[in-house]
């Protein structure tokens, strides 16, 4: 049995650290405690459903979300339907916060899993040397392994990659918006994941609990004050959303990006460490667990802790490269504009559902070793 420390505290990270627990090491996470409450929502696509599984946390991440029946894209513009696509397979949202709480139980009753309630500021490993790290406090830890989920600006990323990163997409702005269902028409509280495709805008929504989670993306250049009515003024459907009242975030987005390297020594990346995932394919919080899952079965009844951790880099970096990838791809059709746009539509419209599911089926695929 290994002692593994796992940094960060966020889905990746409290899911890696549940992984190597389940595996039958002994675990420190680090991390400090969540000091706000996580706003949005986010959703899980069926190979996120897998991982879940194989973390055995199924039963508790079905109690705190919403199973949605179909996606819908439909233009923003007309308002007309593209395409609507039922789903078979697991596929539901959840608040942030659900999820986080849920992962925070697992990790609370996993015994041979230890927090320590501090992030960590320093990484050492000479050439051929034993692994320790330090934490905010000063106290040195020695370890057996690190399992760095600690996001794109943190001591593992830095020590694994040197802190390269994608590059911030100023030019593209996510505008998010979290409302009380019971303010809005009943239309919104159905169970579904709803992409509306504008001129450059894309806007999506769909339930979380009591409430409705709401992005639209959109240039920069487009982000006046008045930007909302602008865009849901496009149709009646949503010009509801076009209040001045409702409270947006707005953020960047930023541009794909996977880890040159996935490991350094006896450190592995996990999570927002190691990939950036444009938000398009619905696949930030998934492919994190999917890392989780990965770490699990490649650690699993080994104490060879670096062999596990190269068997683990080698998989995951050649499948998630494939997916940002995709993410990217996804990302730019939705953002057409002009002549461009309207063959999308025509395209969509004539594909139909069958086009669709062909475009997700390697994005939904579950690995062989997660089931």
Not at 318 to 345: E, H, N
């Amino acid at each position: 049995m290994a002692l593994l420390g796992v940094s960060g505290g966020g889905i990746a990270g409290m899911a890696a650290a549940l992984a190597a627990s389940r595996a039958g090491h002994d675990v420190m996470l680090f991390a400090r405690p969540a000091d706000q409450p996580f706003a949005g929502g986010l959703q899980i696509a069926p190979n996120g459903w897998a991982a879940l599984a194989r973390l055995g946390i199924t039963e508790a991440a079905e109690a705190c979300s919403l199973r949605l029946n179909n996606i819908t894209v439909r233009a923003l513009d007309s308002g007309a339907t593209l395409i609507q696509l039922p789903l078979a397979q697991h596929y539901a949202s959840f608040s942030r916060n659900a999820l986080f709480g849920m992962l925070n139980d697992a990790v609370g009753a996993r015994a041979s899993l230890t927090r320590v309630p501090c992030n960590l500021t320093h990484i050492d490993q000479p050439p051929g040397g034993s692994l320790s790290v330090i934490d905010e406090t000063g106290t040195r830890h020695h370890l057996d392994g690190l399992i760095a989920a600690d996001g794109g600006d943190g001591p593992g990323k830095q020590h694994v990659t040197s802190g390269q990163r994608g590059a911030d997409m100023g030019a593209k702005l996510a505008m998010r918006a979290q409302i009380p269902l019971h303010s809005l028409p009943a239309h919104f509280a159905l169970p579904a994941s709803q992409l509306w495709l504008g001129r450059g805008v894309h806007v999506v929504h769909y339930p979380i609990g009591d409430d409705l989670n709401l992005v639209a993306t959109l240039p920069a250049s487009r982000a006046r004050a008045d930007w909302q009515q602008t865009v849901m003024a496009a149709t009646s459907q949503l010009a509801v959303l076009g209040d001045p009242a409702i409270n947006w975030a707005r953020t960047s987005i930023s541009s794909a990006f996977t880890a040159p390297c996935w490991r350094r020594g006896s450190v592995v990346l996990a999570g927002d460490a190691a990939h950036s995932m444009p938000p398009h394919l619905a696949q930030g919080a998934g492919q994190g667990l999917q890392d989780a899952a990965s770490l699990l079965a490649w650690l699993d009844g080994t104490e060879n802790i670096d062999t596990a951790f190269a068997g683990y880099a080698r998989e995951r970096a050649t499948d998630v490269s494939r997916i940002v990838q995709k993410a990217d791809i996804s990302g730019r059709i939705m953002a057409m504009s002009g002549p461009a746009a309207r063959l999308r539509d025509l395209a969509l419209n004539l594909g139909g559902p069958r086009l669709m599911q062909s475009w997700l089926a390697e994005v939904w695929a579950a690995d062989p070793r997660l089931v």
